[in-house]
């Protein structure tokens, strides 16, 4: 049976892909056979979109590359603004049946999503209505800055008031200068309600197999097949 997670931001570069690799890595770590999905991407650099090579080099499993994302856009913009753009519609339907396919072939899959939560992905869905999609229980990256303590507890909010799981939290460090780190920690870890999977110290650019350590899977064990 397949386990799967929704990787989900307080906002978008916020280290989703860093956190949704380090898990990727620490499954691995314990044996499981591993995929990453990136159902969504909108940015392309230098002819790749990063965050999809970075996720299948996090994988343990050779598969379709149409599976592991279904749409890339070459605009870094949301992306029912990007798919609008390119004359094209993002449809949850073709999302959830790569999912599937992906579950055949992994024991873990963890799918990264685009933006923050409530990010459009068409003119009537947002992220929100992609994780129930897929009905996978929910961990949130936290990027710690200034304004992330509501930034997060409104994302709890959110995913809870759409009837997932939150599964856990990620405190992930992208601003060197920002005061109070601890204390905006603590303060989390008492208002989440979930457990805090790990914390991540700012790095720039970070490396998943270096970091898979500092991010605790054993704290998902009631979500864990």
């Not at 999503?113 to 897929?134: H, I, K, S």
Request: charged fraction near 15%.
């Amino acid at each position: 049976m397949t386990t799967g997670y929704f990787v989900t931001g307080t906002d978008t570069g916020i280290g989703k892909t860093t956190v949704s690799c380090a898990l990727l890595r620490a499954f691995a770590a314990q044996g499981k056979s591993v995929i990453g999905m990136k159902p969504i991407a909108a940015g392309r650099e230098n002819g790749q979109w990063m965050d999809v090579e970075r996720l299948l080099a996090a994988s343990n499993v050779v598969v379709s590359r149409q599976h592991v994302n279904p749409y890339a856009f070459d605009p870094s913009i949301s992306p029912h603004i990007a798919a609008q753009q390119m004359g094209a519609g993002i449809d949850l339907t073709v999302i959830h049946q790569a999912y599937r396919e992906l579950c055949k072939h992994a024991e873990v899959v963890i799918v990264e999503g685009a933006g923050g939560f409530l990010v459009p992905v068409n003119n009537d869905q947002t992220g929100a209505d992609l994780a129930q999609v897929l009905n996978l229980p929910v961990i949130l990256v936290v990027g710690m800055r200034l304004g992330c303590l509501n930034h997060a507890l409104l994302t709890a909010q959110a995913i809870r008031a759409a009837g997932l799981a939150l599964a856990g939290w990620v405190a992930n460090g992208i601003d060197p200068g920002m005061m109070a780190v601890a204390e905006n920690i603590d303060t989390l870890r008492q208002r989440m309600l979930c457990p805090l999977l790990g914390i991540l110290p700012f790095c720039g650019e970070t490396d998943s197999q270096q970091i898979a350590g500092l991010v605790n899977t054993q704290l998902l064990t009631n979500f864990t097949a």
